[in-house]
């Protein structure tokens, strides 16, 4: 009888251990199913947080290339709000120039042509104007985040450009992207 009782507690624990085997397997492949889809999207969201990162640096460098060339435009040509206007509109039509400029910039940090096609394609250059105010007297224009350089013109002519913004702005600021956070899987 006692070796009847071990057979009988042998065959369950036997299959008590398949039981917890099979149950072990499918819960690996469930946690590694979840690790993975936890996996591709924190991957996913670190690489739209760096592309919306380098569409903002792609459109903060134009802008600040642009005004930088407004400025000197001005101050070295026809000193007249006629001429600034029609500086104005030439910097922004000239895209080839424009695009090249920022290409030539990211190409010597090592970010290739295909990764700027991407990620430029869908910012696009800034299409809508760089000017923010166009009063009487006065008028302002972007050149970076929270920087903006202001041309006063008094009769049609220049009276006084305060690019003071432009040359305090650091461009270097809106070029970082931070670390990415550390992997958890919960």
């Not at 507690?9 to 099979?22: D, G, H, K, N, T």
């Not at 819960?27 to 996913?44: D, F």
Request: hydrophobic content about 45%; proline content about 1%; some cysteine.
């Amino acid at each position: 009888m006692d070796k009847k009782k071990m057979k009988i507690l042998v065959v369950v624990e036997v299959v008590v251990l398949v039981a917890l085997i099979v149950v072990l397997m499918m819960l690996k492949g469930g946690y590694e199913e979840t690790a993975k889809r936890s996996s591709n999207e924190q991957v996913k969201n670190y690489l739209d947080k760096n592309t919306q990162v380098l569409v903002d640096q792609w459109r903060a460098v134009d802008q600040y290339s642009m005004a930088w060339k407004l400025v000197h435009t001005v101050l070295s040509g026809a000193k007249t709000e006629a001429a600034f206007n029609t500086s104005l509109a030439a910097i922004q039509a000239d895209k080839d120039a424009r695009f090249k400029q920022i290409s030539h910039l990211y190409s010597s940090v090592g970010i290739n042509a295909d990764v700027q096609n991407g990620i430029f394609k869908k910012a696009g250059l800034v299409e809508e104007s760089i000017l923010l105010k166009n009063e009487k007297t006065s008028k302002e224009v972007a050149c970076g985040q929270n920087c903006v350089v202001k041309f006063n013109f008094v009769k049609g002519k220049l009276k006084n450009v305060d690019y003071s913004a432009l040359i305090q702005y650091n461009l270097a600021n809106s070029l970082k992207i931070e670390k990415p956070a550390e992997f958890r899987f919960e």
